[in-house]
């Protein structure tokens, strides 16, 4: 198995510009982690999903973020706008059966917001 | 508020000295786990422990669980510079088990 993907790798862009990171689980993990990780509070969890459906959100700093999952295969986690303390590492887990199984993190997606 | 406090932060260490890093909290969980993360990846989950006082080995690494199941610790025998990385515990709480991340020690083992 290819392991959870996903894109872009890295992204720079300008405060006030829309960004979608994208992500790609694991076939046949039912359950989709969103986490954040800065060197000032570590690594959080953002939003997670199980069988496409949004379970929890509290993690998920403002308006300014949302998360979709549309299918088993695809998952977006978009800021609009973006602000400079949106930089950090955005990272994507998948498992089989929630926080009790292993997680499976991707490579994660660096972000600069100039 | 942080849950979870690793220490120490940062480790610097010559190889084949040994080291323990520690995970501390005033709150209880039902599981915790490490994880070992590389530059440029994602966290990769090394141990789950569950039972208060649990003690798990995986080769040269020794994890125990605290009687109370708050705190937690990882010691590395004779470490070698392929155990550089950073170190985080999570713990898992509520119905959930949704995990709590510790702000993660980094370690480097110098040849």
């Known amino acids: 198995d290819a392991g959870v993907i996903q894109s872009p790798r890295h992204e720079v862009t300008e405060m006030g510009q829309e960004v979608t990171l994208r992500c790609k689980p694991i076939s046949g993990h039912d359950y989709l982690f969103w986490y954040r990780q800065t060197m000032m509070r570590g690594l959080e969890l953002l939003i997670y999903?199980?069988?496409?459906?949004?379970?929890?959100d509290s993690g998920m700093p403002e308006d300014r973020f949302s998360a979709k999952m549309p299918n088993a295969s695809f998952s977006t986690l978009k800021i609009q706008p973006s602000e400079p303390r949106d930089s950090a590492v955005y990272f994507c887990a998948s498992s089989s059966r929630g926080f009790g199984e292993t997680q499976y993190f991707g490579p994660g997606t660096r972000l600069l917001v100039l | 508020t942080q849950l979870l406090k690793q220490s120490p932060q940062f480790l610097s260490i010559q190889e084949g000295e040994n080291l323990t890093v520690y995970c501390n909290s005033s709150s209880v969980f039902s599981s915790l786990q490490w994880y070992r993360q590389e530059p440029g990846e994602g966290p990769v989950l090394l141990v789950t422990v569950v039972t208060g006082g649990e003690v798990k080995k995986l080769k040269r690494l020794t994890f125990q669980f605290g009687d109370a199941r708050k705190d937690s610790s990882l010691h590395i025998t004779a470490a070698q510079p392929g155990d550089t990385g950073l170190y985080l515990c999570a713990g898992a709480r509520g119905n959930t088990g949704k995990l709590i991340f510790g702000q993660g020690t980094t370690l480097q083992v110098k040849p």
């Open positions: 999903f199980n069988n496409n459906v949004p379970i929890d």
